[in-house]
């Protein structure tokens, strides 16, 4: 279970660690706790949050610095116990290569690393380091990536299981937490004659 941390760019720190401490009270302890904080935190502020959630036993931390700052994601890898993540704004095979390094998982996104064909050069890139790949978002778009090798999750927000079905036909359906792939070549997605009622001219 991931939540947003690094609120008005690390203004509100205290406020982010009152919100994960709620959480992992809240959530049975079998729960893997994950954050995101979108690049949100300075190096100290990200090293100062991250012994912290440490200290919570979170597993991930998401773009505690921004990803562009691959010497900060390095301290940061180096510095905690849980997992480092970065990576969903990554285009091309050479911005995968120069984050493998600093991460100790890197996302792709097909809707931003060229589809498919994108994801799987940078996913090969990842599993030739032995690092695993999170997909992020659009769980419709990867469910057809599920099996590759090295795949640690498919990132799920709640909105998607609303907006897929409304705006595509043949979209997969998620259930209990889990989606899988549909047959055939490809996603199998078309948009639905739904969606024209948010189409704007």
């Keep these: 279970m991931e939540i947003k941390i690094g609120e008005s760019w690390g203004a509100a720190a205290d406020r982010d660690l009152s919100r994960v401490r709620r959480l992992r009270e809240l959530v049975d302890s079998s729960v893997a706790v994950m954050v ?15 012994a912290a959630l440490d200290d919570l036993g979170l597993v991930w931390f998401e773009e505690p610095v921004t990803s562009d700052d691959i010497a900060g994601l390095d301290t940061m890898r180096k510095l905690l116990r849980c997992d480092v993540a970065a990576g969903e704004y990554l285009s091309d095979p050479d911005d995968v290569r120069r984050l493998i390094p600093v991460v100790d998982c890197v996302q792709l996104d097909a809707t931003r690393c060229g589809g498919y064909t994108g994801f799987l050069a940078g996913a090969a890139q990842a599993t030739a380091h032995h690092k ?22 498919i990132e799920w927000f709640a909105d998607h299981a609303r907006l897929e079905p409304l705006l595509f036909e043949g979209a997969p359906e998620v259930a209990n937490g889990m989606i899988g792939p549909t047959a055939g070549a490809g996603h199998q997605m078309t948009i639905s004659e739904r969606a024209t009622r948010f189409r704007v001219d």
């Design 132 to 153: 695993p790949v999170s997909a992020h978002c659009a769980p419709a778009l990867h469910a057809q990536l599920g099996c590759l090798p090295g795949l640690r999750h």
């Design 36 to 50: 995101d904080a979108n690049g949100g935190y300075s190096l100290g502020q990200a090293r100062r949050i991250g």
